[in-house]
């Protein structure tokens, strides 16, 4: 078998850390990861390890994965450098870009501006802590961030 070129291997590089993540973050260990896809264990290490393998065992992984269709092989094609996954979620290494939810920063938004003045400032009053939840509020209410 012909060794990858450079740029090659930086995409199944790139593509071994993105699965690598998704697999920390249903909580699997590497073991489990290849059956909950279908595939063999070491085909799944192969995959983590920056190894080509078969389009049909990234098809698998992708739904065992909950990853869109096509994903890992727009990532080895070096068209994206992240795979998004059936809910919207973008994985990008190191972290993923989650869509945001205006309704739920509203509804926990009061709770966390309690929380963090009786933390910083125990000295304010029931009333003042209000009064501060309703600025921020409104001040994210004009910048768009809440509804």
Avoid at 47 to 74: P, T, W
Avoid at 104 to 113: E, F, Q, R, W
Avoid at 116 to 125: D, R
């Amino acid at each position: 078998m012909t060794p990858p070129s450079e740029q090659d291997a930086r995409h199944l590089k790139r593509l071994a850390a993105l699965v690598a993540q998704r697999r920390a973050q249903l909580g699997l260990t590497k073991q489990a990861a290849g059956p909950t896809c279908g595939i063999s264990y070491m085909t799944y290490w192969k995959i983590e390890d920056g190894q080509s393998v078969r389009d049909s065992s990234y098809a698998k992984l992708e739904v065992g994965f909950s990853m869109r269709a096509g994903s890992c092989r727009a990532v080895l094609e070096g068209t994206v450098d992240s795979i998004t996954l059936q809910d919207g979620t973008e994985l990008i290494e190191g972290g993923q870009i989650a869509r945001f939810d205006a309704e739920a920063l509203a509804d926990g938004l009061p709770d966390a501006v309690t929380k963090s003045a009786m933390l910083v400032a125990p000295e304010l009053t029931g009333r003042q802590i209000r009064e501060l939840n309703e600025q921020v509020a409104e001040e994210l209410r004009r910048r768009g961030l809440i509804p």
